[in-house]
T-cell receptor
Framework: SAVISQKPSRDICQRGTSLTIQCQVD?????MFWYRQQPGQSLTLIAT?????????ESGFVIDKFPISRPNLTFSTLTVSNMSPEDSSIYLC?????????????FGPGTRLTVL | TQLLEQSPQFLSIQEGENLTVYCNSS?????LQWYRQEPGEGPVLLVT?????EVKKLKRLTFQFGDARKDSSLHITAAQPGDTGLYLC??????????FGAGTRLFVKA
């Protein structure tokens, strides 16, 4: 199994500023992802974080707004840039472990972001 | 348009009652997953169903995959307050990206 931690757990930010969220996994994982969950809603995939290369973004999300890094197999960051109140949401890191007989996806507890 | 439609969106019931949550799509899937998310936490995988008509049980939870592999249901028997949470069905797109339905928010009153 994999345990995922995120920092910060929550933050309140001013519009126009940027926030970087860190995601640490306690074991090496095959893939890492970032999701957004707006209040009372389901999770929407932002991007797949690729080790050592540019992230792969889903429709509606762009690198300039959500730059992502993944320098190794256990760590990734998501930056929310030039924030506006519409960016207020929970951001969740996720990791997928693929083994010979297993394929399981794990989620972090999320970072609750409020933009004023 | 949501790829996976879930119903109901919200359900509030008394402890001890039974309930069923549905997940539907116009597409055929090779597999479908159910997750539960509690407040302040990330989703946790409950089950994966892969065969049309498959039924899986997890204590008081019964999961069924439709014969045509386009729909699924989750039935909870004798619900307890600890079952409170957001129930999400999900599919794998491209073999590795988990895409979620809109979710059913369940509240079980003691």
């Amino acid at each position: 199994s994999a345990v995922i931690s995120q920092k910060p757990s929550r933050d309140i930010c001013q519009r126009g500023t940027s926030l970087t969220i860190q995601c640490q996994v306690d074991s090496q994982v095959t893939m890492m992802f970032w999701y957004r969950q707006q209040p009372g809603q389901s999770l929407t995939l932002i991007a797949t974080a690729n080790q050592g290369s540019e992230a792969t973004y889903e429709s509606g999300f762009v690198i300039d707004k959500f730059p992502i890094s993944r320098p190794n197999l256990t760590f990734s960051t998501l930056t929310v840039s030039n924030m506006s109140p519409e960016d207020s949401s929970i951001y969740l890191c996720s990791a997928r472990q693929v083994g010979e007989s297993t394929d399981t996806q794990y989620f972090g507890p999320g970072t609750r972001l409020t933009v004023l | 348009t949501q790829l996976l439609e879930q119903s109901p969106q919200f359900l509030s019931i008394q402890e001890g009652e039974n309930l069923t949550v549905y997940c539907n799509s116009s597409s055929v899937f090779s597999s479908l997953q159910w997750y539960r998310q509690e407040p302040g936490e990330g989703p946790v995988l409950l089950v994966t169903v892969v065969t049309g008509g498959e039924v899986k049980k997890l204590k008081r939870l019964t999961f069924q995959f439709g014969d045509a592999r386009k729909d699924s249901s989750l039935h909870i028997t004798a619900a307890q307050p600890g079952d409170t949470g957001l129930y999400l069905c999900a599919l794998l797109r491209g073999g590795f990206k988990t895409i979620f339905g809109a979710g059913t928010r369940l509240f079980v009153k003691a």
